[in-house]
């Protein structure tokens, strides 16, 4: 093969695409290009400015493709964009330069997704979009725990003389108090009482505190003292008693109103704890409910006194299945805080949606809650819990974009036999909805059922629900999303969790976009004013489960395809996710079809020659300069943000400990779930890696070594060694520019190759 | 007598187309590069092993003095015999150097001295280099290999036996390791440092080879060379000359 490289005219391959000039005078050294990975590149060639033939090249009826060849090997094609003039005495020289020709996908733009409507209702291409719902996971819902205040006592006696003088003492924990007159205020008895070393507060009230005291006086049994021990508010020496031996003409009576006990116990759901002394910490409290297989967590405040009782609110479960009561005399356990958590938020119980009629509920109730947490749950710690007649369920109210499509799904599971679940989507009138292609309901309308084997997760989907009424095709801006158990005598209890309303077509692997994008600019509308373009690209080996190297795709993406975006700016979007592409001249065009589009999965791009015998790039082999270029990182951490603030952070664990935190920002609106988001981040630290040495080398054409653009191009991968700055390893090639010098010149850049996907 | 250089030109003696001839110039190629200047220090820094870059001869024909139209057809003969298209091989026999060779290429018209009869052609030797017209060869594992000439060698030819490897250390203590690599498979192996290319029975091979010098390999002259190996390899080369 020649060292000189040769240039053609040809037409251009969306019109007759042949051959118009054999062999263009291209001026030596004046025609080069480049030719870039996953990228548009260009090219230019100078030519003597008297040539006759200018006005075939730069034509004002036509366009023309300029191709470059290695002998008889096409290296290069660009189109003829425009021709400078440099005038001089001698005639000139004529450049003309343009972009290669996978620039024409530059000049093909992504129309509205539902085109020829105008106006566009459904403008982007959205796979995976996102989902509507509020709070689809059932996490979120309104709940009070349960809160209770228990305590012990106060333990309480009644205190009276018949005397008609005189005095009288008490005695209580071994301490008695000095004497007391018959007929002493209440409050001259507490003082006494709260003198004595055992007893720190004590409450001493009239049992008629207002009651006139010469018909009913003080200390006598129609108007005792009430005592009331506030701390200790129990006696655990034993009861109160006295010495009425002070007193003349009477004695002294005292009468036990509440003597509590020593110990009590607390019972949850057919559980008790063990006894709690009456004056336990917290800590002895809490240790004993959390001992229960019921409870969980609970914390306890509060010295189990009146004033300040045990205050028990129950953290997990928030919700208990039965009330919380105790045993033992003088214990007192109140409810203070009942727990909720039936509103779910974004949910409600299944009824008509159109309250301009009665308001109604489908069907009765007797559960509608979120889990307890220890309950079944698809993902996350809740579900929705109901129970109750056929038709009960539960739905949620969305606004959606009229005559757009969703993607619609719900978990259920049961603890019961043969429960048949519908799930549907409704108008707010209740009318039934279309679908893209049909959907599962019995008129082909957005429904669908299923009967889960018990205590088993099952999904109810129903793909491409169309926003518009079925019956009369008008766009709706509200719908209902419905889950019910249609079951004629339903029994058991039900869950429902993790629904999706996701916008948009379902996630695919990028052959699906590409190969619904391609589809509508070279097929779906031939017969509206667009027409067709990109009919000479041949896309046949891009398809929704392989990529052109025929491998499976690795996953499906969430992607929008922005309308008015140009297909080469879409391309680059799904470049940022890792995934390659390349326009190729097809050996022999047939049918129209001129050139292959090829998209590949991470890495599968090129030919890996490492293996094979040649070609490789050695040291001597034409090589006349280079450079190597190491650098450090120019980001060792990124975030990426989606649609709906959606984001995921990812970092290079080693550049970062050894450079630090150097952080990087993304945003793409069109992607709407973790896992390409997750992607894109990947691929931004991968690109950053795989640049961080970069090698440009300059070679010259030789006989008898491997030529650049005929034995390897852009994307392949060889062994490369230029001793002693770079031993042997495998690197990418990531451009190739070239000259037609004599012999011919390039200059390749290699980069590290990137690691596939696993 | 003049001593007879039994010059050739594309094979033919000069001896039968022209009365005498001789290189009348046959300096060798320049060295390549400069002495390091280092601040402070007098004279420059010696740099070792420069490279050498292409060089002229200049050869120098007498016509033979029969007739005129002898003289015409002699220098249209020499034309003739260097007109090939690609280089032309050149030989002489050198009372110091003996019987050597370079390929030359004709960058001048022939250039007439004072005297008439006696012409000059502008050659040009892109080596820099003359060389033996008998290779050398040494096999071995390692080979023993003891060079001659008085310029470096790096057009050797390696035929390697296998896969494996062939180091060689020289006089200035610079060691190249050319390798062919286990991957490639057994066989037998050309590496021809001059063209720097690898072959197996005719294909290329350039994946499977491993080199630690730009050079590949460059051996020093006059001296014994300095080799490890692990397989067994074939030596071939030409001793070169100023």
Known sequence: ?758 | MAYDYQITVGGTALSTVFASSRFLKYTSGIRRGDNLLIPSQHGTYYVQDKYFDESDVLIEVTLPMTTTATAAEALSDMAALLSDQDLVVVSQVDPHRGSIRARVELVTDPVPTQNNLTYLFGLRNPSGFWEDVTASQAVGNPPSVTTGGDRPISDMILTFSNTGYLEHTDSLGQVARVTIDAGAGAGTYIVDCGARTVKKAGADQDAFLTVTQPYWMKFQPGVAQSFTSSVSVTVDWRDKWA
């Not at chain 1, 003597?259 to 116990?265: H, I, K």
């Not at chain 1, 054409?701 to 700055?725: F, I, K, M, S, W």
């Open chain 1, 1 to 758: 093969m020649g060292v000189e490289l040769r240039y053609e005219a040809w037409t251009l391959p969306w019109k007759t695409f042949q051959r118009e000039i054999t062999d263009i005078p291209v001026i030596q050294g004046g025609g080069s290009g480049t030719i870039r990975l996953n990228d548009f590149g260009s090219g230019t060639i100078d030519v003597p400015a008297n040539y006759d033939r200018l006005t075939d090249i730069i034509s004002a009826t036509k366009g023309t493709l300029i191709r470059a060849y290695d002998g008889a090997i096409l290296i290069h094609e660009f189109m003829a964009e425009r021709i400078d003039f440099t005038i001089t005495e001698a005639g000139g020289v004529a450049t003309i330069s343009g972009s290669d020709i996978a620039s024409a996908f530059d000049r093909a733009i992504i129309y509205p997704w539902d085109y020829p409507a105008n106006p566009t209702a459904v403008p982007n291409w959205v796979w995976g979009g996102a989902n509507i719902l509020q709070n689809p996971g059932m996490e979120d819902a309104l709940t009070s725990a349960y809160i209770y205040d228990v305590f012990m006592g106060p333990e309480k006696y009644e205190v009276y003389t018949t005397a008609t003088s005189g005095n009288f003492t008490l005695t209580m924990e071994g301490d008695t108090t000095a004497a007391i007159d018959y007929r002493a205020a209440a409050s001259t008895v507490a003082s006494a009482i709260n003198a004595t070393t055992g007893i720190t507060d004590v409450d001493v009230e009239l049992k008629f505190p207002n009651a006139d005291l010469d018909a009913l006086p003080q200390g006598t049994s129609g108007n005792p003292w009430v005592v009331e021990f506030q701390d200790p508010h129990v006696l655990a020496a034993g009861v109160m008693t006295g010495d009425g031996s002070g007193l003349t003409g009477g004695t002294l009576t005292i009468t036990t109103i509440l003597d509590p006990a020593l110990t009590f116990t607390l019972s949850i759901q057919a559980e008790t704890t063990a006894s709690i002394a009456w004056d336990a910490t917290t800590t002895v409290v809490n240790d004993r409910l959390e001992a229960l297989n019921a409870v969980n967590d609970v914390t306890v405040s509060g010295d189990g006194s009146p004033g300040s009782p045990y205050k028990v609110t129950f953290v997990d479960p928030e919700v208990l299945l039965g009330p919380m009561f105790g045993t033992g005399t003088g214990l007192t356990v109140i409810q203070t805080q009942t727990g909720s958590d039936e509103i779910i938020a974004g949910w409600t119980k299944s009824q008509r949606a159109d309250q301009r009629t009665v308001p109604a509920f489908h069907g009765t109730y007797t559960i509608f809650r979120q889990s307890s947490g220890a309950e079944p749950a698809h993902s996350g710690t809740y579900s929705l819990v109901v129970a109750g007649t056929q038709y009960a369920g539960a739905q949620q109210v969305v606004n959606v974009q009229p005559h757009g499509v969703y993607q619609a799904s719900i978990w259920v599971r049961t603890n019961a036999a043969s429960q048949t679940f519908r799930l549907v989507i409704r108008s707010i009138y209740e009318e039934i909805l279309a679908v893209v292609g049909g959907g599962p309901g019995p008129g082909g309308d957005a429904r669908a059922e299923v009967t889960p084997a018990v205590d088993t997760w099952t999904q109810i989907t129903i793909p491409n629900v169309l926003a518009e009424s079925y019956q009369f095709g008008f766009g709706l801006d509200t719908l209902v999303f419905r889950i019910a158990n249609v079951t004629p005598t339903p029994a058991g209890i039900w869950y429902f969790d993790d629904a999706e309303f996701n916008q948009g077509l379902p996630e695919t692997p990028p052959g699906g976009v590409v190969l619904a994008l391609m589809k509508d600019a070279a097929v779906d509308h031939g017969a509206d004013t667009r027409g067709t373009l990109l009919t000479w690209v041949d896309y046949s080996t891009i398809n929704e489960t392989r990529d052109s190297s025929d491998t499976d795709w690795f996953e499906s993406i969430s992607f929008t395809a922005f309308r008015g975006a140009t297909y080469g700016q879409t391309w680059d979007r799904l470049a940022s996710l890792g995934y390659e592409w390349r326009l190729v001249p097809k050996a022999t065009p047939s049918g129209g079809l001129t050139h292959d589009l090829e998209w590949y999965g991470r890495a599968e791009l090129g030919t890996d020659h490492t293996a094979a015998a040649t070609p490789a790039i050695n040291v001597g082999q034409g090589i006349t300069a280079g450079k190597v270029v190491q650098r450090i990182p120019d980001r060792t951490a990124v975030l990426v943000e989606g649609g709906a603030g959606l984001y995921v952070e990812d970092k290079n664990t080693t550049t970062e400990t050894n450079f630090g935190r150097l952080e990087k920002y993304k945003g793409d609106t069109g992607i709407n779930s973790s896992g390409s988001l997750t992607d894109a981040g990947e691929h931004m630290l991968n690109q950053e890696e795989g640049t961080r040495t970069a090698i440009q080398i300059t070679v010259m054409a030789t006989p008898d070594h491997p030529r650049p653009l005929v034995d390897y191009t852009v994307g392949d991968e060889l062994n490369t060694q230029l001793p002693p700055v770079l031993a042997k390893v495998g690197k990418r090639i990531s451009q190739i520019s070239y000259q037609n010098t004599k012999p011919a010149r390039y200059q390749i850049t290699l980069v590290e190759p990137p690691t596939p996907e696993v």
